[in-house]
C-alpha cells in the first residue's frame, strides 16, 4: 500500500474523502444544502489544512472551528456526525494509504472530531 508523502496523497486522500461525504445519507446535507460548498475553493483549503497539519507546511490560512458555528446554528452538528466523519475519512485512508503519516491522519482526524464535536456542543448551550 502506498504512502502518504505528498501534496497529490494528501489530494487523492481529500478528493476520495469527499466523494464519500457528499453521497453520506448522514453528513451529506451539512454540506450541500446548508453550508452549499463551493468545491473548487473547498478542495484546495482542505489539501492546505492536511498538509498543514501532516508535513507542517504552513500553507492553511483559515479558521476551521469558526467557519462550523455557522452551520451549527441552522443545523445541530452532533457528536454522530463527528463520527460518521472519522469514520469515512479513516475509510479512506485505508483503502488508500500506510504507514506513519497514514496513521498520523487518523490520529489527527480522531483529536478534530472530538474538538470539534465539543465545540458545537457547547455552542448550542450558549
Known amino acids: 500500500m502506498k504512502k502518504l508523502e505528498t501534496r497529490e496523497d494528501i489530494e487523492q486522500l481529500v478528493n476520495s474523502f469527499y466523494t464519500k461525504v457528499i453521497k453520506d445519507e ?5 454540506f450541500t444544502d446548508i453550508a452549499k460548498v463551493d468545491w ?5 483549503k ?8 501532516l508535513f507542517g507546511q504552513m500553507t492553511y490560512k483559515g479558521n476551521p472551528m469558526g467557519a462550523h458555528f455557522p ?4 443545523k445541530a452538528m452532533e457528536q454522530e456526525h463527528f463520527e460518521q ?4 475519512w479513516t475509510q479512506t ?3 488508500n494509504f500506510a504507514g506513519e503519516n497514514a ?16 465545540k458545537m456542543e457547547i455552542a448550542r448551550k450558549l
Open 103 to 118: 496513521d498520523l491522519a487518523i490520529y489527527k482526524a480522531q483529536n478534530i472530531a472530538k474538538l470539534m464535536a465539543f
Open 26 to 30: 448522514k453528513i451529506a446535507s451539512f
Open 71 to 74: 452551520v451549527n446554528e441552522i
Open 46 to 53: 482542505m489539501y492546505s489544512f492536511w498538509e498543514s497539519i
Open 93 to 95: 485512508i485505508e483503502e
Open 85 to 88: 466523519w472519522l469514520s469515512l
Open 40 to 44: 473548487d475553493k473547498h478542495l484546495p
